[in-house]
Nanobody, 112 residues
Framework: QVQLVESGGGLVQPGGSLRLSCVSS????????MNWYRRPPGKERELVAS????????NYADSVKGRFTISRDNAKNTVYLQMNSLKPEDTAVYYC?????WGKGTLVTVSS
């Protein structure tokens, strides 16, 4: 069955960096666009970044443009989210997604 397993979250100071990973299985990863979403505390889930099946096209929420980079390695069935210049408002549970499938999420906390 389809599995999406996120990792790489944690506690980081403002201005710091983290790289999230999402290892996928149970489907032909290279055929699908992939997304990262996040759910900040007490708020609705929001789309953070998307990447096309081949990796040639990416899109970002305005709030993360210039700071976050989505990428993928189709040989490893993995999608990444490099997060730089992190801000307290980036604190959220981050989820990997495609179509109607979701991982369980990884918590990112940005705090001094």
């Amino acid at each position: 069955q389809v599995q999406l397993v996120e990792s790489g979250g944690g506690l980081v100071q403002p201005g710091g960096s983290l790289r999230l990973s999402c290892v996928s299985s149970g489907f032909t990863f290279s055929r699908f666009a992939m997304n990262w979403y996040r759910r900040p505390p007490g708020k609705e889930r929001e789309l953070v970044a998307s990447i096309s099946s081949g990796g040639g096209s990416t899109n970002y929420a305005d709030s993360v443009k210039g700071r976050f980079t989505i990428s993928r390695d189709n040989a490893k069935n993995t999608v990444y989210l490099q997060m730089n210049s992190l801000k307290p408002e980036d604190t959220a549970v981050y989820y990997c997604n495609f179509i109607d499938y979701w991982g369980k999420g990884t918590l990112v906390t940005v705090s001094s």
